[in-house]
Antibody, heavy 123, light 107 residues
Framework: EVQLVESGGGLVQPGGSLRLSCVAS????????VTWVRQAPGKGLEWVSI???????YYADSVEGRFTVSRDNSKNTLYLQMNSLTTEDTAVYYC?????????????????WGKGTTVTVSS | DIQMTQSPSSLSASVGDRVTITCRAS??????LAWYQQRPGKVPNLLIY???TLHSGVPSRFSGSGSGTHFTLTISSLQPEDVGSYYC?????????FGHGTKVEIK
């Protein structure tokens, strides 16, 4: 069964750093696109970042320059390094596999999501 | 960045009602749009991609339409298990963005 499991969340002070992990099962992260999405308490979904199979990475404006996504193909694991955290970064962080294809036009969608890991930024 | 505006922000309807949720993009995005459902306390689930393609296993009462800047998600006959929040999401270019969501309740 295709599965994603996040970990690494916790309580961190403003200005601090945290690294989240996302372990994939039954598919190879090296040949896949994987995205991070977060959800603040009681709020909607916010797209955070994506890593392409070729290694290119893109970020939301709200985290650009502070967050870095990477992967370790040997561990089939994705990472989200989060620096200079603020209270606005408090959220559940999900990783999700992205399926891409072409049907006249290209398409992408997130088909498998992890259960999420909670990050709380507070003093 | 392109903004996605969903309406209404919430709605309450009776079982069996037809429900329509609208998503508008601040610029044209072709058909590069997906819809997700998030039931209370659960992880989001894909409903539709490419604006109108129903994802495998999703009940046929869900349908999507639109292109350019105006998109709709329709539930033809609302069921109790459809309670939750619904989000549109554009993927025409990075950064991707979600709409702010529509909360659906049963009257």
């Amino acid at each position: 069964e295709v599965q994603l499991v996040e970990s690494g969340g916790g309580l961190v002070q403003p200005g601090g750093s945290l690294r989240l992990s996302c372990v994939a099962s039954e598919f190879n992260v090296s040949s896949s696109y994987v995205t991070w999405v977060r959800q603040a308490p009681g709020k909607g979904l916010e797209w955070v970042s994506i890593i392409y199979s070729g290694g290119f990475t893109y970020y939301a404006d709200s985290v650009e320059g502070r967050f870095t996504v990477s992967r370790d193909n040997s561990k089939n694991t994705l990472y989200l390094q989060m620096n200079s955290l603020t209270t606005e970064d408090t959220a559940v962080y999900y990783c999700a596999r992205v399926i891409r294809g072409v049907k006249i036009y290209f398409y992408y969608y997130m088909d498998v999501w992890g259960k999420g890991t909670t990050v709380t930024v507070s003093s | 960045d392109i903004q996605m505006t969903q309406s209404p922000s919430s709605l309450s309807a009776s079982v069996g009602d037809r429900v329509t949720i609208t998503c508008r993009a601040s610029q044209g995005i072709g058909n590069y749009l997906a819809w997700y459902q998030q039931r209370p306390g659960k992880v989001p689930n894909l409903l539709i991609y490419a604006a109108s393609t129903l994802h495998s296993g999703v009940p046929s009462r869900f349908s999507g339409s639109g292109s350019g800047t105006h998109f709709t998600l329709t539930i033809s006959s609302l069921q109790p298990e459809d309670v939750g929040s619904y989000y549109c999401q554009r993927y025409d270019s990075t950064p991707w963005t979600f709409g702010h969501g529509t909360k659906v309740e049963i009257k």
